[in-house]
């Protein structure tokens, strides 16, 4: 009978936490930074060479992908999905990194629950609606939803 390799979800030694951060786990977070007062909830996986402002909210069940940046006092929802690897080649990039793309989320941005980020710049003071696939750049504070996420508010 052939085992599988077992990896264990786990918080690495690497990640930097700012001061007061609250975990609820399983989690799998490695090699990101996480600033002061932030909240993290369960079933999340945090990738390398994230990094996440003071006093935001990561809620259940959401993935933060390398390359991407939150900044302060956001609130991201449950399931919130984030994309490096657009398939720009017509699918997966298979571990070639230079076809991964960035995301830069800004200040007081709030994402909800079950949205795709694809690899964009959000400004501060954005709501993301829930179930929103953001495909383009966001430089103008408002309330945006659907696919693709428009401005409605
Ligand atoms: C986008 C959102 C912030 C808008 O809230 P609102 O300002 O109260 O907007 P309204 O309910 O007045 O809706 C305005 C219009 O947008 C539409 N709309 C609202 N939310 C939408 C969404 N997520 N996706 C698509 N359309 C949406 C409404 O159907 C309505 O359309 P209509 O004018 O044609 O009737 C809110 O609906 C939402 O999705 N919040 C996310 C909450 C969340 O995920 N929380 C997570 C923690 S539980």
Request: aromatic share 6%; glycine share 12%.
């Amino acid at each position: 009978m052939n085992k599988p390799l077992l990896i264990e979800s786990r918080i690495t030694e690497d990640v930097v936490f700012g001061r007061n951060v609250k975990v609820v786990q399983p989690v799998n977070i490695y090699g990101c930074e996480i600033g002061s007062d932030c909240f993290i909830g369960p079933f999340t996986e945090i990738q390398k060479t994230v990094r996440i402002g003071n006093r935001t909210k990561i809620q259940s069940h959401t993935f933060v992908c390398e390359l991407v940046t939150i900044g302060d006092d956001c609130f991201i929802g449950h399931g919130v999905m984030f994309i490096n690897d657009v398939f720009q080649s017509g699918g997966p990039a298979r571990g070639d990194k230079t076809k991964w793309k960035s995301t830069t989320i800004g200040n007081m941005v709030s994402i909800g629950s079950n949205a795709t980020i694809l690899p964009v710049t959000i400004c501060d003071n954005v709501v993301i609606g829930a179930g929103a696939v953001v495909t383009r750049d966001i430089s103008m504070p408002g309330v945006y939803a659907g696919n693709p996420a428009k401005k409605i508010k």
